[in-house]
């Protein structure tokens, strides 16, 4: 296919930690044809007009979720998004929104990484087999409860999104706890009971005051403000049975 | 020596950078109006209470332009606040399926505008005759 080659400018929102005290804005003039994605607008702006500029990628695909970046003010993977939507105009690039910026668009994850290990994120057996005994079984039915939220590629793109989470990082967060209901909702799994206490403590769903707009964002049709809201209806559940189990007020 | 210094982005007015964060903001501010109205109510009931020339003062008082004019903010209001609710209504629910189908966000959201509409023709008939 023969395409005429265009020219978009794309301004992004760049900080060197060696010499900038906070960031400032370049603009670039990048040729690109219609077939182009953002992340390739951004490669060519460091194979040709400025080999400092940092950015992380992998796949080029949309399934390893590094690419997350705010294009035009919204959180989106910028391997999936086409240069030709903000053709003619200024697109302008910026690190993921609500995370600390290590250099130009690459963001520090690690609060992010460190509560994705927090969750009990794999299956604890609900109850143990021996090889000998197979597999264990799940019905359609029973794996529907989980598919959805099982989606993720962790590319933070929800937390981005959040203002809360912009906020105060002490909140989890809905990505990971749209993975921790995740496992809480799997029929093979008995580790619900320890992460229903990040469920139901102050830094968990409670932290969430419905703004919604990280399903909006998701890549994945995870739908994080779901998993996050309706733990908040397991979570009141949860409070009066212990309530009523003990007799008194469940201490948290 | 680590040359590590992250910057953290400001939260400034965060909440009009984002249509979508002004619409949540509105939708948070009518419920000012939904207390408003309920005080008016309360006041109604005391006025109940107190006799009939009370209440008919308290009649009187909704008459005036200023009480018209925050009715008619506060319907505007709960309006919005119906309609942006039920929107983000599915969110509560637990996933629900039929017959193995999932049933999807928009229908449950569409039951609860079409109940919603009825009600209010019921009530507004009911008011009106
Ligand atoms: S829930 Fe969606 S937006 Fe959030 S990290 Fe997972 S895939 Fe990304
Ligand atoms: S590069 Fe892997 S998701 Fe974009």
């Known amino acids: 296919m023969a395409e005429v080659e265009k020219t978009i400018e794309i301004a992004v929102l760049r900080y060197r930690p060696e010499k900038d005290t906070k960031p400032v804005s370049q603009t670039f003039e990048v040729p690109f044809t219609d077939d182009m994605s953002?992340?390739?607008?951004v490669q060519y702006i460091k194979d040709y007009l400025d080999g400092s500029l940092s950015f992380r990628w992998s796949c080029r695909m949309a399934i390893c979720g590094s690419c997350g970046m705010m294009l035009n003010g919204e959180p989106k993977?910028?391997?999936?998004?086409?240069?030709?939507?903000?053709?003619?105009?200024?697109?302008?690039?910026?690190?993921?929104?609500?995370?600390?910026?290590?250099?130009?668009?690459?963001?520090?994850?690690?609060?992010?990484?460190?509560?994705?290990?927090?969750?009990?994120?794999?299956?604890?057996?609900a109850e143990p087999r021996s090889v000998e005994q197979g597999e264990y079984l799940q019905t359609p039915a029973q794996k529907a409860q989980y598919d959805q939220f099982s989606a993720c590629i962790n590319c933070m793109l929800c937390y981005a999104a959040c203002p809360q989470y912009g906020l105060s990082t002490n909140f989890t967060g809905?990505?990971?706890?749209?993975?921790?209901?995740?496992?809480?909702?799997?029929?093979r799994d008995g580790a619900r009971e320890t992460r229903?206490?990040?469920?139901?403590?102050?830094?968990?769903?409670?932290?969430?005051?419905?703004?919604?707009?990280?399903?909006?964002?998701?890549?994945?049709?995870?739908?994080?403000?779901?998993?996050?809201?309706l733990n908040k209806v397991n979570s009141t559940m949860d409070y009066f049975l212990r309530f009523f189990a003990s007799g008194k007020g469940a201490g948290k | 020596m680590s040359a590590r210094d992250p910057y953290v982005r400001p939260m400034t007015s965060w909440w009009l950078k984002n249509p979508f964060y002004v619409r949540y903001m509105i939708r948070e501010a009518t419920s000012v109006f939904v207390v408003l109205y309920a005080f008016v109510?309360?006041?109604?009931?005391?006025?109940?209470?107190?006799?009939?020339?009370?209440?008919?003062?308290?009649?009187?008082?909704?008459?005036?332009?200023?009480?018209?004019?925050?009715?008619?903010?506060?319907?505007?209001?709960?309006?919005?606040?119906?309609?942006?609710?039920?929107?983000?209504?599915?969110?509560?629910?637990?996933l629900l399926f039929v017959g193995g189908y999932r049933v999807p966000d928009g229908l449950i959201t569409g039951v609860q505008y079409v109940i919603a509409a009825v009600l209010y023709l019921i009530i507004f008939t009911v008011a009106w005759t």
């Open chain 1, 174 to 187: 809905p990505g990971i706890l749209a993975l921790l209901h995740r496992y809480n909702a799997d029929s």
């Open chain 1, 77 to 125: 993977l910028a391997c999936s998004t086409f240069l030709r939507e903000y053709y003619p105009g200024t697109l302008q690039i910026e690190a993921l929104k609500h995370f600390p910026i290590e250099k130009d668009l690459v963001i520090d994850a690690s609060d992010f990484i460190d509560k994705l290990g927090s969750i009990t994120p794999y299956i604890v057996p």
């Open chain 1, 38 to 41: 953002v992340l390739q607008g």
């Open chain 2, 41 to 94: 109510l309360l006041g109604g009931l005391a006025s109940l209470v107190k006799g009939e020339t009370a209440y008919n003062a308290w009649l009187a008082s909704l008459a005036n332009p200023l009480a018209i004019f925050f009715h008619l903010m506060a319907t505007a209001a709960a309006l919005y606040h119906t309609v942006t609710w039920f929107r983000v209504s599915p969110k509560v629910t637990p």
């Open chain 1, 196 to 229: 229903m206490e990040i469920v139901n403590s102050e830094e968990g769903v409670w932290g969430c005051t419905l703004v919604g707009y990280c399903s909006e964002v998701c890549p994945k049709e995870v739908d994080p403000a779901k998993a996050v809201n």
